[in-house]
């Protein structure tokens, strides 16, 4: 009887130790991922805008002469967008980031108004932005040459008049010296035009490097 016991024990811990066994053959192997089931990541190559390519855009912030300084920062739009070798890398409305390189207010004698842009970044939609390098955008205020001539002139021809009045002959030489000198004046306490772009105006910009998207 006691050898009938003794058999059913063994048998009863052969069972035991095979069914611990299973499991740890299936752990081992689930660890493993079937062939088919792999994922390939796919790098996308990168794609290259070159260098001289053209960017037309449009300000979202307007810039000037009288309230932008060196180092100010702008943002603008792509009016049109960029193709490179029939494919759109970057769509119309893709926004930049910009920088005031130099500004220069008219002179109240002589120098015109001046101001030095350039694009630094394209902003993503991510929120990731990718450096640029763009040539100068320059721009430089119209002359007023003519216009202070003609000041000076009626300054002169005011004075003339006054010293004919005064005293002719001489008196008109005198005159037209003196008329001259306010004409002068006027110009010397007036400013020449200043640069003003507002929001939507269409600069163009050339990148003077390659740029990777």
Do not use: W
Request: charge should be positive; include cysteine.
């Amino acid at each position: 009887m006691k050898g009938v016991v003794y058999i059913l024990l063994i048998a009863v811990g052969l069972a035991g130790a095979g069914c611990t066994a299973g499991p740890s053959e299936t752990s081992a192997d689930s660890g493993k991922a079937p062939a088919g089931r792999l994922k390939k990541i796919k790098l996308q190559p990168k794609i290259t805008i070159p260098s001289g390519s053209r960017l037309r855009v449009a300000l979202i912030d307007g810039v000037s002469t009288t309230k932008n300084a060196a180092g100010d920062h702008f943002l603008v739009s792509l009016a049109e967008p960029v193709v490179v070798d029939g494919k759109t890398v970057l769509a119309k409305g893709t926004k930049l980031r910009g920088s005031v390189v130099d500004v220069k207010e008219s002179g109240r004698v002589k120098g015109r108004a001046s101001i030095q842009l350039t694009l630094t970044e394209i902003i993503r939609d991510s929120g990731k932005s990718v450096p640029v390098s763009t040539k100068p955008f320059t721009a430089v205020a119209e002359s007023t040459k003519k216009r202070d001539a003609g000041i000076i002139a009626g300054g002169a021809g005011l004075g003339a008049a006054i010293g004919a009045i005064a005293g002719g002959g001489k008196g008109a030489a005198i005159g037209a010296a003196v008329g001259g000198g306010a004409g002068t004046g006027t110009v010397l306490a007036t400013k020449g035009k200043e640069i003003h772009y507002g929001p939507e105006t269409r600069p163009t910009f050339t990148l003077s490097a390659p740029a990777e998207m």
